[in-house]
């Protein structure tokens, strides 16, 4: 297995699909530079499949069922505590394949 780090930018809107290696270990989401960023670890050689990625800001309404669906990620303070975003990725089904609601 030849795990690797990478980053992957995200828009700053309530939902939108991106496409991560499967089997990926989530490990934190942050601001850099003005940028919402998470970083994940996979295999390099790992097959992609299409994660939803839902941003809550704070106060914003969210799903009443989003923690039977979503795996909670991170909350991201940006721009010196002026915008405070909450991360969420869709749960992954056994045998590795992503769950959309």
Request: charged fraction near 20%; glycine fraction near 8%; proline fraction near 3%.
């Amino acid at each position: 297995m030849n795990n690797v780090i990478y980053k992957y930018a995200l828009a700053i809107v309530g939902r939108q699909t991106i496409s991560l290696p499967k089997y990926s270990d989530i490990l934190s989401v942050k601001e850099q530079l003005g940028e919402v960023c998470v970083w994940v670890m996979h295999d390099i050689d790992s097959s992609k499949e299409k994660r939803e990625i839902l941003i809550f800001g704070t106060g914003q309404p969210a799903p009443d069922n989003i923690m039977d669906t979503h795996d909670f990620i991170d909350t991201v303070v940006a721009y010196g505590g002026a915008f405070i975003w909450h991360v969420f990725i869709s749960k992954v089904k056994e045998g590795g394949y992503a769950e959309f609601v």
